[in-house]
């Protein structure tokens, strides 16, 4: 099994700036793709940002220019740094990593999708 644990959330006023942290731990053989989505009350969940095992990345147009996502392979631990933080960024930011298992004598597993419990990130006017 493999948890994803984010941190980071918290109140902060518009223009602000935050930064949240997704740490995978567990029966981990590598960690492929990892993302931030989001979900506002009454809004479907969002992508907000991916990155690939190669720091490949990819953001959503609300984005761009202001959050930069990130990734240290060697602790398994993401980031998203968000930076001029508006009201509408509030919501609960999720944590995703498509995670090949470790499984017994050092074999590979297949790819599992995980998503963490999500932090509150919310932003005064």
């Known amino acids: 099994q493999v948890q994803l644990v984010e941190s980071g959330g918290g109140l902060v006023q518009a223009g602000g700036s935050l930064k949240l942290s997704c740490a995978a731990s567990?029966?981990?053989?590598?960690?492929?793709?990892m993302g931030w989505y989001r979900q506002a009350p009454g809004k479907q969940r969002e992508l907000v940002a991916t990155i690939t095992s190669a720091a490949s990345t990819n953001y959503a147009d609300s984005a761009k220019g202001r959050f930069t996502i990130s990734r240290d392979n060697a602790k398994n631990t993401m980031y998203l740094q968000m930076n001029s933080l508006k009201p509408d960024d509030t919501a609960v930011y999720y944590c995703?990593?498509?995670?090949?298992?470790?499984?017994?004598?050092?074999?590979?597993?297949?790819?599992?999708?995980?998503w963490g419990q999500g932090t509150q990130v919310t932003v005064s006017s």
């Open positions: 567990g029966r981990i053989f590598s960690i492929n793709s």
């Open positions: 995703n990593a498509l995670v090949t298992e470790l499984r017994t004598w050092g074999r590979p597993g297949p790819a599992t999708d995980y």
